[in-house]
C-alpha cells in the first residue's frame, strides 16, 4: 500500500496543474455547449482552432528549445533569443490574419470579432514562460499555464456576463493579455530575466523550424477535419467533433504529464550519451502511461451518455465518442515518443512521421467531402494519430536499437 502511495505521490505536483488545466477547458466546453446553439458553437470552436493554429506556429517550437538546453533559474542565452522569435513570429501572424480578413480571403465571415486574432502575441508569448517554469522543473506551474491560468479566468469571468459572441470574443482577447502579464509578473519574482534580443539567433530559428514543423502537423491532424467541416458548411458536427475529441484527450492526459516528468531525464541522459538509461527511461514511461491511462479510458467508456448529456448533444452519438477515447488509448500505448524524438535531436523523424499521417488523413477527406457526416472527419482523425503515433513508435525502438 506504501509502494502504491509512494507511486502515485510523484505525480501529484506534475498532474494537479494538468488536471486543473483540463478543468479550465471542460468548464469552457460546458459553458459554450449550453449557452449557444449547436451551429454557433460550432462557429465558436472553429475559431478557436484557427487562433490556437496560429499560436502553433508562433509558438515556433521555443518553448521545447527552451526545454532542452536551459538548466538554471534565470534562464539562459538563449531564452531572450525565444522570447524575441516568439514575439515576432505572433505579430507577422497577427498582422497576416487581419491582412487576410480585409481583402475577404479568410474562408468564415468574423468581421465583427477580427480583433480575436491579437490574442495570438500575448498566448504564444505565454509558452516561453511555460518553457522556463519546465525546464527549471516547475512542472505544476507549467502545466497549469499552458491553459489553465488564461481559461480559468476567462470561465470565472463569462460566468457573471451576458453569453454573447461579442463578449466571449471580447473577453478572450482581454483575458489572454492579462494571463500573460500575471505569468511574466510571476516568472520575474522567480528570478527570470527577459530581455528582446536576437543576438546568434540562427540555431534558435533552424531548430525551432523543425519542432514547429512537426508540432504543427500534428496539429493540423486533429483540427483539419474542423477546417474542412467548416468549409463545406456542416457547423452541427464541428460542434460534436470538438467535443469528442476534448474528452478523449482525458484519456491523453497522462501523456502530457509524463512529457514533463521524463524530458528533464530524457534531457539528462542523451547529454551524457547514457542510451541505455534512455531506453530504460522510455519503456518505463511508456508502461506507467497506459496503467495511468487505463482509468479515464474505462469512465469514458462506461459513462458515455451522461457526457454527451453533459455538453448538451444527442445521445446516439455515442458509438462516435467511444471510438474517439478507443483511438487515443492505442495512440497512448506508443509512449511518449514525440518527446523523446525533439530531445535526441531527431525531430526530422518525428516531421517525417506526422507529415505520413496528415498525407494519408488528407486522402480520406475524399470521403467527408462526399459523405459529410461525422463518421468520416472521425476516420481522418484516427488514421492520422495513429500512423502518427506508431510510425513514430517504430522509429523511436530503431533508434535506440542502433545505439545499444
Same mark, same amino acid.
Request: aromatic content about 18%.
Given at each position: 500500500?506504501?509502494?502504491?502511495?509512494?507511486?502515485?505521490?510523484?505525480?501529484?505536483?506534475?498532474? +494537479?496543474?494538468?488536471?486543473?488545466?483540463?478543468?479550465?477547458?471542460?468548464?469552457?466546453?460546458?459553458?459554450?455547449?449550453?449557452?449557444?446553439?449547436?451551429?454557433? $458553437?460550432?462557429?465558436?470552436?472553429?475559431?478557436?482552432?484557427?487562433?490556437?493554429?496560429?499560436?502553433?506556429?508562433?509558438?515556433?517550437?521555443?518553448?521545447?528549445?527552451?526545454? %532542452?538546453?536551459?538548466?538554471?533559474?534565470?534562464?539562459?542565452?538563449?531564452?531572450?533569443?525565444?522570447?524575441?522569435?516568439?514575439?515576432?513570429?505572433?505579430?507577422?501572424?497577427?498582422?497576416?490574419? +487581419?491582412?487576410?480578413?480585409?481583402?475577404?480571403?479568410?474562408?468564415?465571415?468574423?468581421?465583427?470579432?477580427?480583433?480575436?486574432?491579437?490574442?495570438?502575441?500575448?498566448?504564444?508569448?505565454?509558452?516561453?514562460?511555460?518553457?522556463?517554469?519546465?525546464?527549471?522543473?516547475?512542472?505544476?506551474?507549467?502545466?497549469?499555464?499552458?491553459?489553465?491560468?488564461?481559461?480559468?479566468?476567462?470561465?470565472?469571468?463569462?460566468?457573471?456576463?451576458? %453569453?454573447?459572441?461579442?463578449?466571449?470574443?471580447?473577453?478572450?482577447?482581454?483575458?489572454?493579455? !492579462?494571463?500573460?502579464?500575471?505569468?511574466?509578473?510571476? $516568472?520575474?519574482?522567480?528570478?527570470?530575466?527577459?530581455?528582446?534580443?536576437?543576438?546568434?539567433?540562427?540555431?534558435?530559428?533552424?531548430?525551432?523550424?523543425?519542432? +514547429?514543423?512537426?508540432?504543427?502537423?500534428?496539429?493540423?491532424?486533429?483540427?483539419?477535419?474542423?477546417?474542412?467541416?467548416?468549409? #463545406?458548411?456542416?457547423?452541427?458536427?464541428?460542434?460534436?467533433?470538438?467535443?469528442? #475529441?476534448?474528452?478523449?484527450?482525458?484519456?491523453?492526459?497522462?501523456?502530457?504529464?509524463?512529457?514533463?516528468?521524463?524530458?528533464?531525464?530524457?534531457?539528462?541522459?542523451?547529454?551524457?550519451?547514457?542510451?541505455?538509461?534512455?531506453?530504460?527511461?522510455?519503456?518505463?514511461?511508456?508502461?506507467?502511461?497506459?496503467?495511468?491511462?487505463?482509468?479515464?479510458?474505462?469512465?469514458?467508456?462506461?459513462?458515455?451518455?451522461?457526457?454527451?448529456?453533459?455538453?448538451?448533444?444527442?445521445?446516439?452519438?455515442?458509438?462516435? #465518442?467511444?471510438?474517439?477515447?478507443?483511438?487515443?488509448?492505442?495512440?497512448? $500505448?506508443?509512449?511518449?515518443?514525440?518527446?523523446?524524438?525533439?530531445?535526441?535531436?531527431?525531430?526530422?523523424?518525428?516531421?517525417?512521421?506526422?507529415?505520413?499521417?496528415?498525407?494519408?488523413?488528407?486522402?480520406?477527406?475524399?470521403? !467527408?467531402?462526399?459523405? %459529410?457526416?461525422?463518421?468520416?472527419?472521425?476516420? +481522418?482523425?484516427?488514421?492520422?494519430?495513429?500512423?502518427?503515433?506508431?510510425?513514430?513508435?517504430?522509429?523511436?525502438?530503431? !533508434?535506440?536499437?542502433?545505439?545499444?
Amino acid at each position: 500500500m506504501t509502494y502504491i502511495f509512494n507511486y502515485f505521490k510523484k505525480f501529484v505536483n506534475v498532474g +494537479m496543474g494538468k488536471v486543473l488545466s483540463i478543468a479550465s477547458n471542460f468548464l469552457l466546453l460546458f459553458i459554450i455547449t449550453n449557452s449557444f446553439t449547436i451551429k454557433d $458553437s460550432g462557429f465558436i470552436f472553429l475559431t478557436f482552432s484557427v487562433v490556437s493554429f496560429l499560436i502553433f506556429v508562433s509558438r515556433f517550437g521555443q518553448d521545447q528549445l527552451i526545454v %532542452k538546453y536551459n538548466n538554471t533559474l534565470i534562464g539562459n542565452k538563449n531564452l531572450d533569443v525565444s522570447f524575441s522569435i516568439v514575439l515576432i513570429v505572433s505579430t507577422l501572424c497577427f498582422l497576416a490574419t +487581419m491582412l487576410l480578413l480585409k481583402f475577404n480571403l479568410f474562408y468564415v465571415s468574423i468581421d465583427s470579432f477580427s480583433w480575436i486574432f491579437i490574442s495570438v502575441i500575448p498566448l504564444s508569448c505565454s509558452w516561453v514562460l511555460i518553457g522556463y517554469f519546465r525546464s527549471n522543473n516547475l512542472q505544476f506551474l507549467a502545466n497549469f499555464s499552458e491553459n489553465g491560468v488564461f481559461q480559468f479566468l476567462l470561465v470565472l469571468f463569462l460566468v457573471f456576463i451576458p %453569453k454573447t459572441l461579442h463578449n466571449l470574443y471580447l473577453s478572450y482577447v482581454f483575458f489572454g493579455f !492579462l494571463s500573460f502579464i500575471i505569468l511574466l509578473l510571476l $516568472s520575474f519574482k522567480i528570478g527570470l530575466l527577459l530581455k528582446f534580443s536576437l543576438k546568434n539567433s540562427l540555431n534558435n530559428f533552424r531548430t525551432g523550424f523543425k519542432i +514547429m514543423s512537426s508540432s504543427l502537423l500534428s496539429f493540423l491532424i486533429l483540427n483539419i477535419p474542423i477546417y474542412i467541416a467548416g468549409l #463545406l458548411n456542416i457547423i452541427d458536427d464541428i460542434t460534436l467533433y470538438n467535443v469528442c #475529441l476534448k474528452v478523449s484527450l482525458l484519456v491523453n492526459i497522462g501523456l502530457a504529464i509524463f512529457n514533463s516528468l521524463y524530458s528533464p531525464k530524457y534531457a539528462k541522459s542523451f547529454i551524457d550519451n547514457d542510451y541505455k538509461s534512455l531506453r530504460k527511461l522510455y519503456n518505463q514511461a511508456r508502461l506507467e502511461l497506459v496503467l495511468f491511462s487505463l482509468f479515464p479510458l474505462i469512465i469514458v467508456l462506461i459513462f458515455p451518455y451522461f457526457i454527451l448529456d453533459f455538453f448538451n448533444l444527442q445521445s446516439d452519438n455515442a458509438f462516435v #465518442l467511444r471510438c474517439f477515447v478507443l483511438c487515443q488509448f492505442l495512440c497512448v $500505448s506508443t509512449g511518449t515518443t514525440g518527446v523523446f524524438l525533439n530531445i535526441v535531436d531527431k525531430e526530422s523523424l518525428l516531421q517525417r512521421n506526422t507529415l505520413i499521417g496528415l498525407v494519408i488523413s488528407l486522402l480520406f477527406s475524399i470521403f !467527408l467531402i462526399y459523405f %459529410k457526416n461525422i463518421y468520416f472527419m472521425f476516420s +481522418m482523425f484516427a488514421i492520422g494519430v495513429l500512423l502518427e503515433n506508431f510510425l513514430s513508435y517504430f522509429s523511436v525502438k530503431n !533508434l535506440l536499437n542502433e545505439k545499444i
